[in-house]
C-alpha cells in the first residue's frame, strides 16, 4: 500500500548480469523521514540494488519511484539533482582537494553562472562563490569538521572521511540518503559518534537507507528493515519483528538476536 | 594493377599485424602502453644494417641472429629499468609519457652513434618478380613468407612451449599464475624480451621500403595501433585482422582517391572504430 | 589547537594564499616586462616570444589534461589549425591578422566540441589515440592540399600585428604584445581554476563516481574543458604563425603535441605556476644546455625521464614541499609543539 509519504518505491526491480541475477523482483517502500535498513548475507545483492536506486546500474526489468517521479532511466546526475544523495563503501571523495572543496562540488549543480559570465562578471560569480562557502562552512561545523576545512582530504582519518561523504551529500540537498555499509571500518567511539550523526539527520527530516553488516547499529537506528538473500526479498518489519523471523535468522542472523525484550530504542 | 595493389596491401597487413602483436603482448603482460615500441623497430634496423650488414660486411642471416639477440637482452634491460617503474605509477598519464620519453632518448642515442643520413642497404631484397605477367617487388613477397612462418612460430611458441604456456597464463591472471608457482616477473620480462624481438623482425623487413631513419617506423608504429583497435584490442588474433584490414585498405584506396590521402585511410579507420565499434571486428558488443 | 586558516594553500578558493599568488604574478610580470631592456639580442627575443606563445597553450593543455586529467596528445594539431587560419587568411585573403587572431576562439570552440566528445565514451588510452589520430590527419591534410595550404612549402611572409597604424612587429613591440596577451591569459585561468569550474575538472580527474553523485554532468564539464583547451591552442596557434612569419606541416606534428606535454609534466601538472615554469624551461633549454652540443636533447630527455619517475608531479609540487617544510619549521619555533598531526588524532 503506497501511503501518502512514500519517498521511495521499488516496484519488481530485477537485475541480471550474465549468467547472474543479482536482484531478483524486488519491491519495496521508503517511507519518508525513516531510517530504513537493507540487510542480508554478502553477495545477496544489496549494493546493486544501491546502484539500481543511483543511476550506476540499469534494471534489467521493473522501475523506481521516488517522491512520484520514475527514476529508472535517469543518469546518476539526474538522479542525484532529485534529492538522492549517496555514500560509498569504499569512500569515493576527491582525495587531492580540501575538505572544505570536497563539499563545494556538492553545490555546483546549483549554481545558476555559466563558463564565460564567471569570467566576465566577476561580481555575479563572487556572490555566488559567498553563498556556496557560507552554506558549506555550515554543513561543515554542523558535523564538527569546520576546524579541519582546509586539510587535504587524503590527510584525514578514516572516520572523519566517512562524515566527510555524508557532508557532500547535505550540500546536494538530498532527501533520501543511502549509505552503503556507513558502520564499516570504524572503531566503536567512532561508530557511535556516526550514528548519533544519522540520528540527527533523521530528526532534521532526512531519509536514510542504508545497507549495513552491523546488526548493533541496525537494530539501534532502524524503524524499519528489509531482508534479502540471493537477490530476493525474504522478509520486512520492524527489528523487532525482523529479529524475532525464522527464515532470516537461519539464512543470516543466527540466534543471537532473538531478543526477548524488544526494546529499540530511538 | 588491382593484384599488385593487394599484394601490397597484404605484405604491409602483415606488418601492421606484427606490430600490433608486439605491442598488444606487452599490454596484457604488463598494462603498459609501449609507444617506444617504433624506435625498438628502428634501433634494431640501425643494429642490423648499420653495424652488420653494412659496418661489418657480417652475413645477413648471421646478422638476423645476432641482432635478435642483442635486441632481446636490450628489451629485458628496458624491462627491469624502465617499464617496471612506470608500470607502478599512479596514472596512465606518467606511463605514457615515460615511454614517449624513452622513444626520444633512443632516436637521439641512434643519431649519435650512426649519424643522422639515411641509407639503405644495397641489393637487400630490392628486386621484382615476375608471376604471370604481373610485377611484384621481392620484398613483398618475403615479407608475407616471413611473417607467415613467424606468426605459426609464434602460435606454436604459446601453444606448445613451457614458456610460451606460462607466458599466456601471466597475461591471463597474474595472481593465479603465481598461486600455480610461476614466477611472474620472470615470464613479464620475457613476454616484453619476445615482443622486441618481433620488433627485429618488423625492423629488418622494412628496410628495402622504409629505408634505414630515425622516423622509419614512426606512420608504422601508429597504425599498428590502428590495426589493433580496429581489429580488437587487447586480443592477438585481433591485430591479425585489423593488420590486414587496414592494410588492405590503404592499397586499395589508391585506385579510387588521390595517393597523397593513402596514409590517411589508417588513421580515419582508426577514429571511427573508436567512436562506433571500439571493441574492434573481434571484439565483443558492449554489454 | 591548529587554526582554522592553516593550509589554505590546499583550497581552490580564493583566500589569503591566491591573494599572495596574485602578488607573486605581479613580481613576475614586473620582471618580465623589463626583460627585453637587458639584452638586444634579436634571438633572445625571439625566444623569449616563444616562451611567451608556449605559455598561452600550455595554460589551455592545462585545464584538459593537468585539471580534468583526460589524456590529449591533440595540442599539435589544435596549434596548427590556429596557425594556418591567420597564415591562409592574412597572406592570401588580405584580412587582418587581428580578425584571424579572433577567429581562433570559434575555431577552437569548434575544435574542442569535436575531441570533447570522443573523450566520454573513451579514456586513458583510446583517447590518447584519438587524439593522436587527429593530430596525424590534421598534419596529413595540411602537408597534402597544397592548392589550398601551400603543401610542404607552407605559407610565408606572414604579415605581423598593427595597432592604429603603429606596427608591433617588431621584435620589442611585439614581445610585450604578447606579454600582455599571456596576462589575459593567466588572469583567465586564475578565475576559471580558482572557482567551481577548477573544483568541478579537478573532481573529474580524482572521482568521477563521485562526481556524478554530486549531480555534476560530466559530459558537459568534460567538454567545457576541451574547448578552454582548444581556445587557448588555437589562439596560442595564431599567435604563433604572426611570431614566425613562415609555416609549415613539418612543424606541427606528434613531437609537438609531446613538447607540450612535457612542459605540462615538468612545470606540474594541473598548477598555473607549473605550467608557466615548465614552459619556461623546456623552450629555454636549448639555450641552457647549448654547453653540451650535440647531446643536449638525449641529456634533457634523460633528466626529464628521471624527473617523471621520480616526481612525477613536477617542480611545483617540489617547491611546495619545499614551501610547507619550511613553513613547519618556522612555526614549530614560534609556537612550539602546538602543530597537531590530524592524521594521528581523531
Not at chain 2, 51 to 69: E, Q, R, S
Not at chain 2, 96 to 111: C, F, H, S, Y
Not at chain 2, 131 to 151: C, D, E, H, R
Request: proline letters at 3%; glycine letters at 10%; aromatic letters at 10%.
Amino acid at each position: 500500500m503506497t501511503t501518502l509519504s512514500t519517498i521511495l518505491k521499488l516496484n519488481n526491480v530485477t537485475k541480471k548480469f550474465t549468467g547472474l541475477i543479482a536482484v531478483n523482483d524486488v519491491s519495496m517502500e521508503v517511507e519518508e523521514n525513516t531510517i530504513h535498513a537493507l540487510i542480508g548475507p554478502n553477495g545477496s545483492g544489496k549494493t546493486t540494488m544501491l546502484n539500481m536506486i543511483n543511476g550506476q546500474h540499469r534494471l534489467t526489468s521493473g522501475s523506481i519511484y521516488f517522491q512520484n517521479d520514475e527514476i529508472s532511466k535517469l543518469p546518476t546526475f539526474k538522479i542525484a539533482r532529485k534529492g538522492i544523495g549517496r555514500t560509498f563503501q569504499n569512500i569515493k571523495l576527491f582525495s587531492s582537494m580540501s575538505v572544505l572543496d570536497n563539499v563545494l562540488v556538492g553545490g555546483h549543480f546549483g549554481t545558476k553562472v555559466g563558463l564565460v559570465r564567471s569570467v566576465v562578471d566577476i561580481f555575479a560569480a563572487r556572490k555566488e562563490e559567498r553563498q556556496l562557502i557560507e552554506k558549506a562552512e555550515e554543513i561543515l561545523n554542523m558535523l564538527g569538521l569546520y576546524s579541519l576545512k582546509n586539510e587535504l582530504v587524503k590527510n584525514l582519518p578514516y572516520g572523519r572521511q566517512k562524515v566527510l561523504e555524508l557532508a557532500r551529500t547535505l550540500m546536494i540537498d538530498a532527501k533520501l540518503i543511502l549509505l552503503d555499509e556507513p558502520a564499516a571500518g570504524l572503531n566503536p567511539s567512532e561508530r557511535l559518534e556516526f550514528v548519533s550523526i544519522l540520528a540527527r539527520l533523521h530528526k532534521q527530516g532526512k531519509t536514510l537507507f542504508l545497507i549495513e553488516h552491523n546488526m548493533d547499529v541496525v537494530m539501534t537506528i532502524s524503524n524499519r528493515i528489509t531482508v534479502i538473500n540471493f537477490g530476493a526479498k525474504i522478509a520486512e518489519g520492524t527489528p523487532k519483528e525482523i529479529q524475532n523471523n525464522d527464515e532470516v535468522i537461519k539464512a543470516y542472523l543466527g540466534e543471537k538476536y532473538k531478543a526477548p525484550k524488544g526494546s529499540e530504542v530511538e | 594493377m588491382l593484384l599488385q595493389v593487394l599484394v601490397s596491401g597484404i605484405a604491409m597487413g602483415f606488418i601492421y599485424s606484427l606490430v600490433g602483436y608486439e605491442f598488444t603482448l606487452i599490454w596484457n603482460a604488463a598494462s603498459l602502453i609501449n609507444f617506444a615500441h617504433d624506435k625498438f623497430i628502428m634501433i634494431s634496423a640501425y643494429i642490423f644494417a648499420g653495424t652488420f650488414v653494412i659496418g661489418l660486411g657480417t652475413n645477413p642471416i648471421v646478422a638476423v641472429i645476432i641482432t635478435l639477440i642483442i635486441m632481446g637482452v636490450f628489451g629485458a634491460l628496458v624491462a627491469v629499468g624502465i617499464f617496471n617503474p612506470l608500470r607502478n605509477m599512479p596514472s596512465d598519464l606518467y606511463a605514457v609519457t615515460g615511454t614517449l620519453l624513452l622513444a626520444r632518448i633512443l632516436a637521439e642515442l641512434t643519431r649519435l652513434i650512426w649519424g643522422p643520413v639515411p641509407f639503405t642497404i644495397q641489393n637487400f631484397i630490392t628486386g621484382v618478380v615476375h608471376i604471370g605477367g604481373i610485377v611484384i617487388p621481392q620484398i613483398n613477397i618475403a615479407i608475407i613468407v616471413v611473417s607467415v612462418v613467424f606468426l605459426i612460430f609464434l602460435q606454436l611458441l604459446f601453444k606448445k612451449t613451457k614458456i610460451g604456456k606460462a607466458m599466456r597464463c601471466v597475461s591471463q591472471d597474474k595472481t593465479a599464475s603465481s598461486l600455480m608457482g610461476i614466477n611472474v616477473q620472470r615470464y613479464i620480462i620475457f613476454t616484453i624480451a619476445l615482443s622486441t624481438m618481433i620488433c627485429t623482425v618488423i625492423g629488418i623487413l622494412i628496410i628495402p621500403t622504409f629505408m634505414v631513419t630515425t622516423d622509419m617506423g614512426s606512420m608504422i608504429g601508429l597504425k599498428g595501433f590502428a590495426a589493433s583497435v580496429v581489429g580488437g584490442f587487447g586480443i592477438l588474433p585481433g591485430n591479425i585482422v585489423g593488420g590486414m584490414t587496414v592494410g588492405i585498405l590503404e592499397n586499395l584506396s589508391i585506385l579510387v582517391l588521390p595517393a597523397i590521402y593513402k596514409d590517411v585511410v589508417a588513421f580515419v579507420l582508426l577514429i571511427l572504430f573508436l567512436l562506433i565499434r571500439p571493441n574492434g571486428i573481434l571484439g565483443k558488443r558492449k554489454d | 589547537m591548529s587554526n582554522v586558516h592553516d593550509n589554505v594553500e590546499n583550497s581552490l578558493v580564493k583566500n589569503e594564499y591566491t591573494k599572495s599568488k596574485y602578488i607573486v604574478f605581479l613580481v613576475l610580470v614586473i620582471l618580465a616586462s623589463v626583460l627585453p631592456f637587458f639584452t638586444t639580442n634579436t634571438y633572445y627575443i625571439m625566444l623569449f616570444d616563444q616562451i611567451l606563445v608556449n605559455i598561452i597553450v600550455v595554460l589551455g593543455f592545462n585545464f584538459i589534461t593537468g585539471l580534468t586529467g583526460q589524456m590529449n596528445l591533440g595540442t599539435a594539431g589544435t596549434v596548427a589549425i590556429g596557425a594556418y587560419i591567420t597564415g591562409l587568411l592574412t597572406v592570401r585573403c588580405n584580412i587582418s591578422p587581428w580578425i584571424a587572431l579572433l577567429l581562433a576562439i570559434p575555431a577552437g570552440y569548434l575544435i574542442g566540441k569535436g575531441l570533447g566528445y570522443p573523450s566520454l565514451r573513451l579514456k586513458g588510452f583510446y583517447l590518447a589515440l584519438t587524439t593522436i589520430g587527429f593530430t596525424v590527419i590534421v598534419q596529413l591534410m595540411v602537408t597534402n592540399l597544397s592548392d589550398l595550404t601551400g603543401g610542404t612549402q607552407g605559407v610565408q611572409r606572414i604579415p605581423g600585428f598593427n595597432l592604429f597604424g603603429i606596427s608591433i612587429s617588431t621584435n620589442e613591440s611585439f614581445y610585450y604584445f604578447l606579454l600582455v596577451c599571456v596576462i589575459i591569459a593567466v588572469l583567465i585561468s586564475i578565475k576559471i581554476i580558482y572557482s567551481k569550474w577548477g573544483r568541478a575538472f579537478k573532481a573529474i580527474r580524482d572521482n568521477i563516481d563521485a562526481v556524478e553523485a554530486c549531480g555534476i554532468d560530466v559530459a558537459d564539464i568534460k567538454i567545457k574543458a576541451f574547448t578552454l583547451a582548444s581556445i587557448y591552442g588555437c589562439i596560442g596557434g595564431a599567435l604563433f604563425a604572426n611570431l614566425s612569419g613562415y609555416i609549415n606541416p613539418g612543424t606541427f606534428g606528434i613531437d609537438m603535441s609531446f613538447n607540450f606535454l612535457i612542459m605540462l609534466m615538468v612545470g606540474g601538472i594541473g598548477s598555473i605556476g607549473g605550467s608557466i615554469l615548465g614552459a619556461i624551461i623546456v623552450t629555454m633549454l636549448p639555450e641552457s644546455l647549448r654547453f653540451l652540443q650535440d647531446y643536449y636533447w638525449l641529456i634533457f630527455s634523460i633528466i626529464v625521464l628521471i624527473f617523471v619517475i621520480f616526481q612525477p608531479n613536477g617542480l611545483v609540487e617540489l617547491f611546495n614541499k619545499i614551501y610547507k617544510a619550511v613553513k613547519s619549521k618556522l612555526l614549530k619555533k614560534k609556537g612550539g609543539d602546538d602543530i597537531v598531526d590530524h592524521s594521528k588524532v581523531k
